[in-house]
């Protein structure tokens, strides 16, 4: 079970940190002292105790170390995208080439600031006790582990069909039942009871409605919640919020041909408003429509940016709706463009 398996590599992923943390003054010790005996070879404790004075006061900082540390690379990705019950070999395999690639000792000369974060690392790896991780990880996964299902509505039946892919979309929710329902499934990582892990599923359910899933499968999700289409106002917050907003894409995109690009707020608000009514004229694809919208804004500006002799560009509320005002209003252009 895919699902499983990565479920139990994020409670992986969440619980060695955690693991390396606990273990934090302990490998810094031991590294301590590996630097220590790497920079003083006569062995005398009075001597080595002036360079532990000095490691901690930070006089050791410009001096070289020559070490051999860890390489970095790790062991060729093994991958079977194959049906469940495979995983058992897919494990094997990855194992037997972590056995075949073993990690490699490599002479590297770097500075003590540096050289001591490397051997922080490594003995925080030595002393982690990954069978207990993994027992935590797995424990993590049954007690607090959450499955997303999407776009669920690709297998649902529509209604009336009874044969061809109708009967393989019924198959995959008979599939997925007993996982929902709890049973313990196979994973890389071992043994995973599904009993108490929260499954949300969503769709679209353009073609089809959440009554044509299978009784059993309906009756597992009894909790059901309708969302509205975006609006203007969350399109706009779209472009602006995140992190990595499409208007902060451009501007970023923009500033490597040499030309300062910048949205006034009102032609924010007009992009907003022009994939609203395209969504709501065509066809509704939510936020996706953004994409094209913004696109067909700067697509003459994307082309000739690096010739133009300007080294700002300003997008007005006045260039959007030129640059989009005949496509949007003509449904035959907006289908094929927009």
Do not use: W
């Not at 790497?38 to 404790?45: I, K, L, S, V, Y």
């Not at 490691?55 to 860890?70: Q, S, V, Y």
């Not at 353009?206 to 597992?220: A, C, N, V, Y």
């Amino acid at each position: 079970m895919a699902h499983g398996t990565t479920t139990v590599k994020c409670g992986v992923r969440y619980e060695g940190p955690g693991e390396k943390k606990h273990f934090f003054d302990g490998s810094g010790e031991d590294a301590s002292e590996r630097v220590v005996a790497t920079a003083e070879t006569r062995g005398d404790d009075s001597t080595r105790e002036k360079f532990r004075a000095m490691l901690r006061e930070g006089r050791l900082d410009e001096r070289e170390l020559e070490l051999d540390l860890a390489e970095s690379h790790g062991t060729p990705m093994v991958e079977i995208m194959t049906t469940s019950g495979m995983e058992d070999m897919q494990s094997s395999l990855q194992d037997a080439f972590s056995k075949m690639f073993s990690q490699k000792k490599k002479k590297r000369k770097l500075k003590v600031p540096e050289a001591f974060k490397g051997l922080v690392k490594e003995e925080m790896e030595r002393l982690v006790d990954m069978d207990r991780v993994m027992k935590e990880a797995l424990k993590r996964t049954e007690d607090s582990g959450i499955i997303f299902l999407d776009e669920i509505d690709k297998i649902v039946s529509r209604s009336g069909g009874g044969h061809g892919p109708e009967v393989s979309r019924e198959g995959v929710q008979r599939d997925l039942l007993p996982i929902v329902e709890g049973s313990t499934v196979t994973t890389k990582h071992g043994m995973v009871k599904t009993d108490h892990i929260l499954f949300i599923a969503s769709g679209a359910f353009h073609t089809s409605k959440p009554s044509d899933l299978i009784p059993e499968l309906q009756g597992r999700f009894p909790i059901r919640v309708e969302l509205h289409s975006l609006g203007q106002d969350e399109f706009v917050r779209i472009l602006t919020e995140p992190e990595n907003a499409l208007i902060k894409q451009y501007v970023a995109l923009m500033a490597t041909e040499g030309v300062t690009l910048i949205f006034e707020p009102e032609a924010i608000v007009e992009m907003a408003k022009i994939a609203v009514e395209v969504n709501q004229n065509i066809e509704e694809i939510g936020a996706r429509r953004l994409h094209t919208v913004l696109e067909r804004v700067l697509d003459e500006l994307s082309f000739d940016a690096s010739e133009r002799g300007e080294s700002q560009f300003v997008v007005s509320a006045d260039f959007v709706r030129h640059q989009l005002d005949a496509i949007a209003k003509d449904q035959d252009l907006s289908r094929f463009i927009l």
